[in-house]
Antibody
Framework: QLQLQESGPGLVKPSETLSLTCTVS??????????WGWFRQPPGKGLEWIGS???????YYTPSLKSRVTMSVATSKNQFSLNLSSVTAADTAVYYC??????????WGQGTLVTVSS | QSALTQPASVSGSPGQSITISCTGT?????????VSWYQHHPGKAPKLIIY???KRPSGVSNRFSGSKSGNTASLTISGLQAEDEADYYC??????????FGGGTKLTVL
């Protein structure tokens, strides 16, 4: 059974870079069938798709965050990562990773809370 | 790219049916039969329950069904059960390899 687990700092200072890693177990990240996605949910708000990456490094990003987002993949570790630069309090959210299959997201991690505060 | 519009909350009694709407635009919901729905129990991983508008993943109860009319997609849950109490999110492909979610609907089983 596929499992995804987000990890990274729970507290990031304003203007710094938020960095998270998603570790995939129970399946290989090196599949041409899937992309791998990042999402976030600010407190009291809905989900937001941040972007998706293929095992070979092809990326799609949401237009509103494109200038600050970088995603990468480490196939040897079965991991993919998110970097979000120049963060502000508005970036405080629970961040999720998920498997991106065709036009939907079919397996998710439980999420990790990242707070932006000095 | 704006978020899809969902009612903030819906409620129903056990055994009843409820419908959650998801309104987008002609650029997303109206243009593609590519709406997906997710069930989210807080603190747990979201779960895909409907994809491509009407399809159910293996293992998802047939009490969940999806439909679309124009720019509005809908999720219907029949035979409500206590375990259905959760947050529900719609998501639509919005073209140019982008996706947009709804604001979420909290379902309360009375």
């Amino acid at each position: 059974q596929l499992q995804l687990q987000e990890s990274g700092p729970g507290l990031v200072k304003p203007s710094e870079t938020l960095s998270l890693t998603c570790t995939v177990s129970g399946g290989s990240i090196s599949s041409t069938t899937y992309y791998w996605g990042w999402f976030r949910q600010p407190p009291g708000k809905g989900l937001e798709w941040i972007g998706s990456i293929s095992y070979s490094g092809g990326t799609y990003y949401t237009p509103s965050l494109k200038s600050r987002v970088t995603m990468s993949v480490a196939t040897s570790k079965n991991q993919f990562s998110l970097n979000l630069s120049s963060v502000t309090a508005a970036d405080t959210a629970v961040y999720y990773c998920a498997r991106h299959w065709s036009f939907q997201f079919d397996s998710w991690g439980q999420g990790t809370l990242v707070t932006v505060s000095s | 790219q704006s978020a899809l519009t969902q009612p903030a909350s819906v409620s129903g009694s056990p055994g009843q049916s409820i419908t959650i709407s998801c309104t987008g635009t002609s650029s997303d919901v109206g243009s593609y039969n590519l709406v997906s729905w997710y069930q989210h129990h807080p603190g747990k991983a979201p779960k895909l329950i409907i994809y491509e508008g009407t399809k159910r993943p293996s293992g998802v109860s047939n009490r969940f069904s999806g439909s679309k009319s124009g720019n509005t997609a809908s999720l219907t849950i029949s035979g409500l059960q206590a375990e259905d109490e959760a947050d529900y999110y719609c998501c639509s492909y919005a073209g140019s390899s982008t996706w947009v979610f709804g604001g979420g609907t909290k379902l309360t089983v009375l």
